[in-house]
């Protein structure tokens, strides 16, 4: 499927990468967790659930916080990911273009734990 690439310290960029979960593993450096910070329907962006625990290096700043170590931004139809339109692409390369300097104490005083209660 094609997807944007947003790795820490480096400008955002379009690749190839298989669909399946082994592959979103491998992109995203272990296991993978869908992050809703983008606002687009249909796209969402894939990262590693645990990148702030293993030290990952912070990527990019949302509103809703930083997220660490690399992730991917691809199209999600019901429970399965898939391709961005081309359009999507460009525009979140533009987005992504700047890489971020953030700081581990910056990524260490972001961390929290929700719990949620039914």
């Given at each position: 499927?094609?997807?944007?690439?947003v790795e820490p310290n480096?400008?955002?960029y379009i690749t190839e990468i298989g669909n399946d979960y082994k592959s979103i593993h491998d992109a995203v450096g272990g296991l993978i967790e869908p992050i809703y910070f983008l606002h687009e329907?249909?796209?969402v962006m894939?990262?590693?659930e645990d990148a702030k625990?293993?030290?990952m290096d912070g990527n990019r700043r949302f509103p809703e916080g930083i997220v660490a170590g690399p992730f991917i931004i691809c199209g999600e139809r019901g429970e399965d990911f898939c391709s961005l339109t081309d359009a999507q692409c460009e525009k979140y390369v533009r987005?992504?273009?700047e890489p971020e300097q953030?700081?581990?104490q910056e990524v260490e005083d972001d961390?929290?734990?929700?719990i949620s209660f039914f």
């Open positions: 499927m094609k997807v944007v690439m480096k400008p955002a329907r249909g796209v894939v990262g590693n625990l293993h030290n987005q992504f273009a953030i700081t581990r961390m929290k734990i929700e």
